[in-house]
């Protein structure tokens, strides 16, 4: 056990507000994702596994809450392995299922008629199943990693432990920032190519309704990766990480709270009607 500070009592307010805000608004979101709204819009199925990943966060936080509410981790280091697995999870299957989003919506905008054959409800399940299957395969030699340096140091510390992180000493640690990185660039082009697409092309912009929410979409998939992904991705890049990291997590943790604005924007009528059949 180590003495817990107002540091702490900060970080688990946050973690505990994220909690309770995320996880109705994404359990919420999911429901009517799975009832009110077609399968066969890839849209739809990307934001089904987005509000999944948001809610294995969520369940995750309370171990989380319990840590630096009380200074200690009773639960050993499988358990402590596991936690924070789930959470770098979500950050790379959040970040991954938002992209897919913006390149739908760029197809659908750019590429109405030749994308009519790729944007369906089968080939967006595949590549979500793919997506999961890669995070999995990761966390494999990560976990041996992390598991490792869990059992060196002192078993109570758990969420606190991150000068010795092994991920320091290897190429896996610059897995992530890379990833985050290449896929804000693709959102970034997605959202200049569908702006440029709405401007110059009147008739393609008189056959996309609600322009002002497609283009809402896309600044909120860049403010989703440039203030909650980015930032936690890079800092463990640098020597001295381990001061700036646990608020950097409480920060991206507070992405599963927006996600649901992302599907409020994407559907018309989310809450109220069903979603006809379709990719659009």
Request: glycine letters at 4%; hydrophobic letters at 50%; aromatic letters at 12%.
């Amino acid at each position: 056990m180590y003495n817990t500070t107002s540091k702490n009592t900060v970080y688990a307010s946050t973690f505990a507000a994220v909690l309770v805000v995320g996880f109705p608004l994404n359990a919420i979101a999911l429901w009517i994702l799975l009832h009110r709204h077609s399968h066969k819009s890839p849209s739809a199925v990307f934001m089904i596994n987005l509000a999944i990943s948001d809610l294995v966060l969520a369940i995750s936080l309370p171990w989380r809450i319990y840590f630096f509410a009380t200074g200690t981790w009773p639960l050993g280091h499988m358990a402590c392995n596991f936690i924070i697995m789930l959470f770098r999870n979500n950050i790379r299957s959040s970040s991954v299922f938002i992209t897919f989003i913006s390149v739908d919506r760029l197809l659908a905008v750019v590429y109405p008629l030749r994308s009519r054959h790729i944007r369906n409800g089968r080939n967006a399940w595949k590549a979500a199943v793919v997506v999961w299957l890669i995070v999995i395969l990761i966390n494999i030699p990560e976990s041996v990693k992390l598991l490792d340096d869990l059992r060196s140091t002192n078993e109570s510390l758990c969420f606190d432990n991150h000068g010795e992180n092994p991920l320091v000493r290897s190429p896996i640690r610059y897995l992530q920032p890379v990833l985050v990185l290449i896929l804000l660039m693709v959102n970034v082009v997605s959202t200049l190519m569908v702006l440029i697409t709405l401007r110059r092309h009147g008739s393609v912009s008189a056959k996309v309704e609600n322009k002002v929410n497609v283009m809402l979409i896309f600044l909120m998939n860049l403010t989703m990766f440039t203030i909650f992904f980015l930032p936690v991705s890079l800092v463990i890049l640098f020597e001295n990480f381990s001061r700036a990291i646990t608020p950097l997590l409480c920060l991206a943790s507070i992405n599963c709270c927006f996600d649901p604005l992302l599907y409020y924007f994407s559907f018309d009528g989310f809450w109220k009607k069903k979603e006809d059949g379709g990719s659009s």
